[in-house]
T-cell receptor, first 119, second 116 residues
Framework: GAVVSQHPSRVICKSGTSVKIECRSLDFQATTMFWYRQFPKQSLMLMATSNEGSKATYEQGVEKDKFLINHASLTLSTLTVTSAHPEDSSFYIC???????????????FGDGTRLSIL | AQKITQTQPGMFVQEKEAVTLDCTYDTSDQSYGLFWYKQPSSGEMIFLIYQGSYDEQNATEGRYSLNFQKARKSANLVISASQLGDSAMYFCAMREGLGAGNMLTFGGGTRLMVKP
């Protein structure tokens, strides 16, 4: 089945560091990928929709300059948390959908997530 | 208004018994899909079951079944014969429309705890 790989799984770094998270679709092409953020004991909140070859679409309240998204190929989207601060500590998870392989009601496939801890 | 509502923040169930996790949704679209995901403590999201708005029969996948009541806009997940490994967070989600880039909207989740 379709697989989404997310790397790294865990990051601990100092305040002010920029952190890049990669999301890859391993056996399918993903023109669209999604980035979610999840705080402890809360639900997943969509941050942005990443579109291959074009600018990402950010949800209201999400800072574009803080969370840079690049979707340069059909199998890779990256999220860069720039100048991270402790309040950026969270669980970040990406997802993608195989739009070609049937059935047409394919669910989104999620990466395993990245736990980001900013000291 | 909330698009997806899960009214049970936490639930206990005895091992081997069945449990129902509630989910109600709100949409004006005629075409939509409803999903249930399981999230264990390790964090990954595991797809469980899907119900399309035009599907006439309730979806079933092994021990999981979806009680879809379109008029009531509810899509409850039923887990039969609960196992200890079923202890996790469960999220109901909806995708509105048939668009390729349509994202999922998640409910607040229900933490299920299976007692031995």
């Amino acid at each position: 089945g379709a697989v989404v790989s997310q790397h790294p799984s865990r990051v601990i770094c100092k305040s002010g560091t920029s952190v890049k998270i990669e999301c890859r679709s391993l056996d399918f092409q993903a023109t669209t990928m999604f980035w979610y953020r999840q705080f402890p004991k809360q639900s997943l909140m969509l941050m942005a929709t990443s579109n291959e070859g074009s600018k990402a679409t950010y949800e209201q309240g999400v800072e574009k300059d803080k969370f840079l998204i690049n979707h340069a190929s059909l199998t890779l989207s990256t999220l860069t948390v720039t100048s991270a601060h402790p309040e950026d500590s969270s669980f970040y998870i990406c997802s993608a959908r195989d739009l070609i392989r049937p059935p047409s009601n394919q669910p989104q496939h999620f990466g395993d997530g990245t736990r980001l801890s900013i000291l | 208004a909330q698009k997806i509502t899960q009214t049970q923040p936490g639930m206990f169930v005895q091992e081997k018994e069945a449990v129902t996790l509630d989910c109600t949704y709100d949409t004006s679209d005629q075409s939509y899909g409803l999903f249930w995901y399981k999230q264990p403590s390790s964090g990954e999201m595991i797809f469980l079951i899907y119900q399309g708005s035009y599907d006439e029969q309730n979806a079933t996948e092994g021990r999981y079944s979806l009680n879809f009541q379109k008029a009531r806009k509810s899509a409850n997940l039923v887990i039969s014969a609960s196992q200890l490994g079923d202890s996790a967070m469960y999220f109901c989600a909806m995708r509105e429309g048939l668009g390729a880039g349509n994202m999922l909207t998640f409910g607040g989740g229900t933490r299920l705890m299976v007692k031995p």
